[in-house]
């Protein structure tokens, strides 16, 4: 009770019940039924209108509709089932306690792989050579091969035991309880076998499904690191100080954390800004990609928001504090990332439904048995016998292995073809997708400018003048200048004299020749007195055409524009065919929107256009689920984490890579659409793997209560079971042609 109060104290419980929403960690999670179990467990509270429990996050997001609710029943009755409920935690400080639990599983495997190995041996000899098990050499064997396995039914599977009885105390038993039920059954088997002098042990099914569990244990705890990586990768993309600006004029470099809302901050050009607020001196470019996505720089001018992430690319500015650190919108996108992240696998949930019912099956069954066993026959031991050959082919070692065998074969094919799978649930959500939403920027085009046109003077002239007034400065403009000018061949070294960036532009004077020459908007130049010929045809749509003026005279201009990628069309047109909506969603202007899904084959009435990173959340929401996100950017991390899979292509943002549930690391979208094949035909086998297991556990269920087959060929039956699975997924090894 006292561990409770202090939980109690530590979470502000009475805002929460005003607002009726609860985001918290759940300390001491080690697998996903961990997660279900303590999600059922908080949805069974009268009062609670939504749960949801997120293993991939270690968090829990509850909601109620009566503001007299008590938040402190949710303490209590996770404190019932095991687990601790906490203030949510810095990223760092979570990957730490996933380091710390993966280091245990990896230990209790190794463990479980090194006696397991000689446990098998002697009863891999034991199956092969009949004469040898029945002899004194067998028995010697048998006994070899229970004493090796001790480590691995105690030591290596005592975390299945706990969370079984866990699950078993809150009435919840699940795939834990069933696997220990398993164990214990095949182990004391073995036992009660050589205490009758026999060889015939079965103790090698529990080492093979306590090892094999293992390793979907590490699966799963690796998967939550890379969620927790997600919101830690947003956190650096900002940075931790800042220049505030004191009282008496002079700027100090203090950390985010300790700057307060209506504190001046100075942002100097080429700077990434690390707070939220509004400008209050200063013109300049400032670059949102981060934000929203936007290829373009956009002109910002006191009274414009600013938000913490966005570069500042041409002048100083002076930035009044809006938001807190923890308040600022970037935390805001780091919190709703934990609250999403971790998709649910509908097999596993499956597979955990078909659990619980199974336990209290068997063991009613297994009752059943003995008593009929001991009025039948009048012996003990052949009751017994009876009631343990019920738990034995009761066993679920095909259905532990159904799932986590094949997806550990088919993410190994995968990896070599350049698709990394982050988790079964977002392979499954991928498998059954019936929407696809895509980002623009970075991900159906390069996310670079380049030069498509030149308007004026001599093409190679123009370049070479814009390219020397550039130089040097950090803008995707001027960026793209020196590509072009590279590309051609056009040298932009130039004589005595340095650019001087403006808010929309750039000048240099040629101190050799007393020339300046002048880049940037039409507007700008205007400004500056220099006649701009007005557009004899519109700008295609998407591109920005950049002015150039030698002295007071206009010479040119060059047209830019973001470049699609190669196999944008193949990977769009592909998904449409196969029955897929597909949408584009993006930060970026409506009109370059348009045009760019215009190219890909998509109308204007599949655009999204202006989207915040929570727009994308919402456009996921109204789309038909099982929905799946394609982007790369910064700004497109939580519609990665909220998305039933979400897709980071190749080249994304550190965030994008670590929030997504499928990275291609190799092949571009052409890889989006190997990903989506190779998960629909990883599905397949699961399903089919599931189905041949639940069909021995129910068919030699039956024969082992009415004592047709004895322990043996139960665990004969289930040993080909077992391997019916792992023949059927070593197919996912193979390339199909």
Known sequence: MSSMAANARELDLESARRARRLVVSIEGMWC???????????????????????????????????????????????????YRVAPLIEADEMERRIDMQARAVWLRLSVALFFGMWSMLG???????????????????????????????????????????????????GMDALISLGVLAASALSFWQLLQGRAEVYIDTATMLVTFLLIGRLIELYARRRSS????????????????????????????????????????????????????????????????????????????????????????????????YGERFIDRIGLRMLELSGAKSQVAILAERFA????????????????YGYFASGSYDEAALRALSVLVAACPCAVGLALPLAYATSTQFAAHQGMLFRDPGSMEALAGARSVLFDKTGTLTSGEL????VVGSERRQLLLWAAQAEAGIAHPIARAIEVAARREGVSSERGKGEPRRFGQGSSWHDLDSGVTTRVGAAAWLAGQGIVVPSLVQPLPAGATRVEIARDAQWVGALILRDRLLPDAIMAVSTLEREGLTVNLVTGDRHETAVAVAAAVGLAPAQVRAGCLPEDKVTALETATEPAIFVGDGFNDSLALAAADCGIAVQGAAAPALASAGVVITQGGLAGVVGAWRQSRRTLRVVRQNLGLSVVYNVGVLGFAASGAIPPSAAAVAMLLSSLSVVANSARLARPVH
Request: net charge negative; with cysteine.
């Open 356 to 371: 619980r019912w199974l336990v209290p099956v068997a063991l009613s069954i297994s009752a059943l048995a003995f008593v």
């Open 32 to 82: 996903a039924g961990c997660a279900m179990a303590v999600e059922r467990v908080i949805a069974r509270i009268p009062g609670v209108s939504f749960a949801s429990t997120s293993f991939a996050g270690g968090s829990a997001l509850v909601r109620w509709d009566n503001e007299e609710f008590d938040p402190a029943l949710i303490i209590e009755r996770v404190a019932k089932l095991g």
């Open 229 to 324: 990586a997600a919101v830690n990768a947003l956190r650096q993309a900002v940075p931790e100080t800042a220049a505030l600006l004191r009282a008496d004029g002079r700027s100090e470099e203090v950390r985010v954390s300790e700057i307060r809302p209506g504190d001046l901050v100075m942002v100097r050009a080429g700077e990434r800004i690390g707070v939220d607020g509004r400008v209050v001196e200063g013109d300049s470019d400032i670059d949102r990609a981060l934000v929203s996505g936007e290829a373009l720089p956009v002109a910002v001018s006191p009274g414009a928001k600013i938000e913490a992430g966005c570069v500042n690319l041409s002048s100083k500015l002076l930035i009044e504090v809006g938001a807190s």
């Open 123 to 173: 009863t891999l000899i034991l199956y092969l050579e009949p004469m040898v098990a029945v002899s004194i050499t067998g028995y010697w064997l048998g006994l070899g091969a229970v004493v090796a396995a001790v480590p691995v039914i105690t030591y290596a599977a005592w975390p299945f035991y706990r969370m079984g009885w866990r699950t078993l105390r809150a009435g919840l038993p």
């Open 450 to 453: 380049e030069l498509v046109e």
